[in-house]
């Protein structure tokens, strides 16, 4: 996966799309991007590149208007401010048709990457404040509190719904980088049903390699609970395996790994793959190593469902400080070693 780091803001525009609003509120001015605003909009973009659920996709077919009008811009043939307007008059068409949309501020934002230039789209959703309101009653003072709703999200909070437009070329493996999240209340309800990727951007998600490590990570794990979900000294032994198999290898042949794992026992090889492949993980699949060194630094151990234990990769593998001892029946023993010192929170 591509992975970011990389950024400097080149310009950008906010619009206003209330509900409440028969029309979009558009901007006839660039911001004035001064250090308080550049580092807010950099914390915003930064923290969407390295959101997880960042995904790969591309432009369906037919004509859109989000790819043309970004295309227009990142080849010079249009401004900002024309694009970011008619980008906030889609965007408002589809919230007014589908119903239930929250009310944002569309943030449209030229950035240049290590990677080259891209168009930001930033749907800033709009968040409950409390502010006090002062009155004089018979000369008295009054002092209240009311609740705002066109609060804008903290630089510290994470974005709903955001997309990172390339310059379209044929070589590309994919055509921009999407956020659409989805609230678990929202998702019987027409408006979190795939208006932003399907209806606006008009694109499909694509896998990458995150994608797929992720995907096969999540489908052992869930096999290896299921299968053998009294017998923890089975789900040690797979898991450090593939771990093993993770950290060494830049791709993986599901088959080749089955094999490897359960060696003579060709009932528990065939039922892993079959369940690997229902879960969508093709048979041979790159290994994003980025994502795998940052996931396997800390290992969260749930055990028995009332004991939590966080500890990290180094101190897990070092024998001299925690050991994990069989018991012969399915069970083991957890053992953490020479403790000096420790604190209680």
Not at 65 to 72: A, F, G, M, P, R
Not at 78 to 106: H, T, W, Y
Request: proline content about 1%.
């Amino acid at each position: 996966m591509e992975y970011i780091t990389e950024i400097s803001i080149n310009e950008a525009v906010l619009h206003i799309l209330d509900n409440n609003s028969d029309e979009p509120i558009l901007n006839e001015f660039k911001l004035d991007i001064n250090e308080e605003l550049y580092n807010y909009l950099d914390k915003h973009i930064n923290k969407c590149l390295r959101d997880e659920e960042l995904r790969y996709a591309q432009f369906n077919k037919e004509r859109n208007i989000v790819k043309d009008l970004s295309q227009e811009y990142l080849n010079g043939v249009n401004d900002i401010m024309e694009v970011s307007k008619e980008l906030a008059r889609q965007m408002f068409i589809i919230m007014r048709s589908k119903g239930n949309i929250p009310s944002c501020d569309l943030m449209v934002v030229s950035i240049v990457t290590e990677f080259g230039p891209m168009l930001c789209i930033l749907k800033m959703d709009y968040i409950k404040n409390y502010m006090h309101t002062v009155d004089f009653v018979d000369d008295k003072i009054g002092i209240n509190i009311v609740t705002q709703f066109t609060g804008l999200p903290a630089s510290g909070q994470r974005l709903q719904k955001c997309a990172f437009i390339k310059v379209m070329k044929e070589e590309n493996k994919f055509d921009l980088m999407v956020i659409d999240k989805v609230n678990k209340k929202d998702k019987n309800q027409e408006y979190g049903s795939n208006y932003f990727i399907g209806n606006f951007l008009g694109c499909t998600i694509v896998d990458n390699e995150r994608d797929l490590t992720k995907s096969f990570i999540n489908a052992a794990e869930k096999w290896t609970r299921a299968s053998f979900d009294e017998n923890a000294d089975e789900q040690e032994k797979i898991r450090r395996k593939l771990k093993e198999h993770i950290k060494e290898s830049d791709t993986l042949d599901i088959k080749e790994v089955s094999q490897s794992l359960f060696e003579e026992n060709e009932e528990a090889q065939k039922s892993f793959v079959d369940y690997v492949k229902e879960q969508g993980v093709t048979e041979n699949i790159g290994i994003d190593k980025q994502w795998i060194e940052k996931k396997l630094k800390r290992v969260r151990l749930k055990i028995d469902k009332d004991i939590d234990i966080y500890i990290n990769e180094e101190a897990y593998n070092d024998i001299s400080r925690f050991e994990v001892k069989r018991n012969g029946d399915g069970t083991i023993n957890m053992v953490i070693k020479h403790i000096s010192n420790y604190m209680e929170k």
